[in-house]
């Protein structure tokens, strides 16, 4: 889980990627240059805000079980590197950190573990204060139809386990992203709306088959508070040290 959160936590925080670093192979001159056109808009949009929250509803696909998980919460960014991503149902987890300290707390387990920021399992971690280096760490193109295969022949299979993207929509930005090196992800997905730079779909393709597909809604851009990412465990509660 934690390894899919910071995944998607890196492409969320902000989109302030160089056109000019993007590869945009097997894209005909004319869609290249509407693409960078609506990057460079999703750059400007990106840059007037430092934090926001919004509501997200999550589908985590099992390929061994063959079963999806749905669960539903928020959450809230600051740049350059704060977080916290909390899971309100079905069961309640947190996952939040201030730029020092990363935690992930379970108060049904009575259970919480502290990673370093420079921990192994953090390393998608850096790349939250700076989306420009995203192309260090993927390929990146157009998401677009073509592309795209199901899992299966099932017509009515769920999004979260398709490759297909949602119909496209000119006020929105299709990204496929190949990881270079990663050994768990396969490719990630991205839906962006292209007027504010805000995320509206991501999802996820390890290469285990499992998948993971989110949605947000209802983005703010209200003031947060610092204490928002900071984390205390309740007396207790079990604590490990990654």
């Known amino acids: 889980m934690q390894i899919f959160l910071l995944t998607f936590l890196c492409v969320l925080s902000s989109f302030a990627v160089s056109?000019?670093?993007?590869?945009?192979?097997?894209?005909?001159?004319?869609?290249?240059?509407?693409?960078?056109?609506?990057y460079q808009e999703i750059i400007k949009a990106a840059a007037q805000y430092e934090f926001f929250s919004v509501q997200f509803k999550q589908e985590l696909y099992s390929s061994l079980r063959d079963k999806v998980l749905k669960s539903e919460g928020v959450l809230v960014v600051k740049k350059p590197?704060?977080?916290?991503y909390e899971v309100i149902s079905p069961r309640k987890e947190l996952?939040?950190?201030?730029?020092?300290?990363f935690w992930k707390f379970v108060?049904?387990?009575?259970?919480?573990?502290?990673?370093?920021?420079?921990?192994?399992?953090?390393?998608f971690i850096n790349i939250l204060s700076?989306?420009?280096?995203?192309?260090?760490?993927?390929?990146?193109?157009?998401?677009v139809g073509a592309q795209a295969q199901k899992t299966d022949n099932d017509a009515n299979d769920l999004e979260v386990k398709s490759d297909l993207p949602p119909k496209q929509n000119d006020d929105l930005l299709y990204l496929k992203l190949l990881?270079?090196?990663?050994?768990?992800?396969?490719?990630?997905?991205?839906?962006?709306?292209?007027?504010?730079?805000?995320?509206q779909e991501l999802r996820i393709?390890?290469?285990?088959?499992?998948?993971?597909?989110?949605?947000?809604?209802?983005?703010?851009?209200?003031?947060?508070?610092?204490?928002?990412?900071?984390?205390?465990?309740?007396?207790?509660?079990?604590?490990?040290?990654?």
Do not use: C
Request: without cysteine; proline residues 3%.
């Open 107 to 123: 108060p049904e387990l009575k259970h919480a573990q502290q990673f370093q920021m420079n921990s192994q399992n953090l390393g």
């Open 19 to 38: 056109a000019k670093e993007l590869n945009f192979k097997n894209i005909s001159t004319s869609k290249n240059n509407l693409f960078e056109k609506k």
């Open 179 to 199: 990881p270079k090196g990663d050994k768990q992800q396969k490719v990630l997905y991205a839906v962006i709306q292209v007027k504010t730079g805000f995320i």
């Open 95 to 101: 996952y939040v950190s201030n730029g020092h300290d």
């Open 205 to 242: 393709v390890q290469l285990n088959g499992n998948r993971s597909r989110l949605v947000f809604a209802n983005y703010s851009l209200k003031s947060i508070l610092k204490e928002v990412f900071q984390f205390t465990p309740p007396k207790g509660i079990v604590v490990d040290k990654m």
């Open 130 to 143: 700076n989306i420009s280096r995203l192309s260090n760490f993927y390929e990146v193109s157009e998401w």
């Open 81 to 84: 590197n704060s977080f916290r």
